[in-house]
């Protein structure tokens, strides 16, 4: 399944630090495409342990995550608008 993971995490006493482990937890199922947006293939499986992750890390009372789901990326138009922060373009 394809899916697009969006994050927010207040910057408050403690957000940089689950911050960086929301950050480090997404890097480590999807690809990093802008600030906190993430975006990949994820089995079912994988999606419910990603999501078994991340609750261990947000706080559920002031952070959010929002993952979009899609049965293949072919049926999702990407638009850039602005600078086109390609992750991919520094590779030979």
Avoid: P
Avoid at 18 to 40: A, D, P, R
Avoid at 52 to 67: C, F, G, P, Q
């Amino acid at each position: 399944m394809y899916v697009i993971l969006v994050y927010d995490i207040k910057s408050d006493e403690g957000g940089q630090r689950v911050l960086s482990k929301t950050f480090k937890t997404c890097k480590k199922y999807l690809s990093h495409i802008q600030n906190s947006v993430f975006e990949g293939e994820l089995s079912n499986s994988q999606i419910v342990k990603l999501q078994y992750e991340l609750n261990d890390i947000i706080r559920r009372d002031k952070d959010s995550i929002i993952l979009f789901k899609s049965r293949s990326d072919k049926w999702l138009e990407k638009e850039m608008w602005g600078i086109d922060i390609d992750k991919t373009s520094n590779f030979i």
